[in-house]
């Protein structure tokens, strides 16, 4: 009796770990999250490079009136994504929207930063690209483990135990 308990916990425990193994699908999904998202930040990383380039080799005005044009085209684009996001009723999109805007906001102040603090110009684009970094890296490890957790959360079987005891 007693290897029959310890052969059917152990076939108890291969079946559960067999569960807990992600599927090709979901690691697919995760992948694609991922992908966009390096997509967007490698995006960025080329929009403050190109402003850390202009700011030397474009004469001060141009450059400011760049700055004007650029945070007009990312406020333009902020109300497309968020449109476009509300009428397709996508939250990831809408968080798109939200970076975006972000980003034309900061454009906005560089206005300022590159009149009054031109000595430290590029060290704040530098800087302000690290903060990019960061906020992508954790926002694709959430990404991440919650895709997971919603995977994890539909293998249990406690919802449908819930319901058969309420109907008893």
Do not use: C
């Not at 291969?14 to 967007?40: L, Q």
């Not at 450059?63 to 945070?71: N, P």
Request: charged share 25%.
């Amino acid at each position: 009796m007693k290897r029959e308990q310890k052969k059917n916990i152990e076939q108890i425990e291969k079946i559960i770990e067999e569960k807990k193994k992600i599927p090709k699908s979901v690691k697919e999904k995760i992948n694609a999250k991922v992908f966009e998202n390096m997509v967007i930040v490698a995006i960025i990383m080329i929009y403050l490079a190109a402003l850390n380039i202009g700011m030397t080799n474009i004469p001060t005005d141009t450059y400011i009136m760049d700055l004007k044009v650029f945070s007009v085209i990312l406020l333009i684009a902020t109300i497309l994504i968020f449109e476009f996001g509300y009428k397709k009723d996508n939250g990831g999109l809408w968080l798109h929207g939200v970076e975006v805007m972000v980003i034309a906001i900061f454009t906005l102040y560089l206005i300022y930063f590159y009149s009054i603090y031109y000595s430290n110009y590029g060290t704040l684009l530098i800087s302000a690209g690290i903060v990019f970094l960061i906020y992508f890296a954790i926002k694709m490890i959430i990404t991440q483990k919650r895709i997971e957790s919603q995977y994890n959360k539909s293998l249990t079987d406690i919802g449908e135990i819930v319901k058969n005891k309420s109907r008893k």
